[in-house]
């Protein structure tokens, strides 16, 4: 049992190794002439202006974690879809659907219930 764990220890010992060695390669190889403008923040090709430290809008980050969450979700049902026949062909067809429509059925109460808590819209109205 200890050399399984010492394949994966030899494995992450030699994955850290080939990072540091093009790195430090990479040090040696590219040129250094740091200069003001290349050590600007750069804005899409628009001069910087005013200060990093900008807040913003939540709803930016609860969308893109929905979104996210649903990718995930095409993620995992594309490989079922695609052995879902092979699955009716051995008996099991009716075991994964039900597995699959309640993996949806769970993302689709959260979906709700992100919904009914106002984060999919843009401007949230505020409750009084």
Do not use: H
């Not at 002439?33 to 923040?41: D, E, F, G």
């Not at 005013?50 to 609860?62: E, K, L, P, T």
């Not at 039900?98 to 808590?117: D, H, P, R, S």
């Amino acid at each position: 049992m200890l050399f399984e764990f010492s394949n994966v220890l030899v494995f992450m010992v030699l994955g850290a190794a080939f990072v540091g060695v093009n790195l430090l390669i990479g040090r040696f190889l590219r040129p250094s002439n740091p200069q003001a403008r290349k050590l600007s923040t750069y804005e899409c090709g628009e001069p910087a202006s005013g200060s990093a430290w900008v807040n913003f809008n939540m709803r930016f980050y609860i969308i893109a974690l929905i979104f996210i969450i649903f990718e995930v979700e095409i993620a995992f049902i594309f490989p079922v879809a695609s052995t879902f026949r092979r699955w009716i062909e051995s008996g099991q067809g009716m075991f994964a659907f039900m597995e699959i429509f309640l993996f949806i059925g769970i993302l689709f109460i959260g979906l709700v219930y992100a919904w009914a808590k106002g984060d999919l819209e843009w401007v949230k109205k505020v409750r009084t």
